[in-house]
């Protein structure tokens, strides 16, 4: 006998090399992936139908314009009365006009109470007369329930009380000689 290698048998494969091996490796994995039902290459999501796929309408994957993404934001959050109370203060000279918006300024809006900071005394008893006509246009303008009322307060007085030289209990009374 020599010293070759046995001849291979009926059914026997014989023994691959290099890209012979290869080749069938990849034949084999063809094999498994169409059992499976997969083909090769595609990905996974559409292989296994997980997604269905996009046709001439939009669906879900679609782009989105950005306010309609932040109203929808928003509408999820349940942030709705935030920002419309942000928006009254932010918008306020739009709303009110610059007439009145020139004298006064929002100070906060807290459960439906819109507080102003007039810019003097007789301005501030003007909006005390005005506060009904405002509530009104407000509403109109912003929607029902963001604004019920409207506490105005006069400008901030210089307060003397407070200081490094703040005497305790009565004082001097002798401050301008």
């Known amino acids: 006998m020599s ?3 046995p001849e291979p048998g009926p059914g026997a494969t014989p023994e691959l090399k290099g890209p012979d091996l290869a080749r069938a490796a990849l034949a084999r994995a ?4 169409r059992e499976k039902g997969l083909s090769p290459g595609a990905p996974k999501a559409r292989r296994r139908g997980d997604l269905p796929r996009s046709g ?11 306010g309609t993404m932040i109203r929808r934001l928003v509408a999820e959050r349940g942030w709705e009365e935030t920002t419309s109370a ?22 906060a809006l807290i459960d439906g109470e819109l507080v102003l900071v ?3 005394s007789a301005w501030a008893t003007q ?17 029902e329930g963001v604004v ?3 506490v105005v307060r006069g400008p901030v007085q210089a ?9 305790q209990g009565r004082g001097p009374r002798d401050t301008y000689g």
């Open 3 to 5: 010293d070759d290698a």
């Open 30 to 33: 063809r094999a498994a992936a």
């Open 56 to 66: 001439s309408g939009p669906d879900g994957r679609d782009p989105v314009l950005f």
């Open 86 to 107: 942000a928006g009254v203060l932010a918008n306020w000279d739009r709303l009110v006009g610059p007439e009145i918006a020139d004298h006064c300024r929002p100070e």
């Open 118 to 120: 007039a810019e003097s």
């Open 127 to 143: 909006l005390r007369l005005l506060t009904r006509t405002m509530v009104k246009r407000l509403v109109e303008q912003v929607g």
């Open 148 to 150: 019920t009322s409207i």
């Open 159 to 167: 307060d003397w009380r407070k200081g490094p030289r703040r005497v």
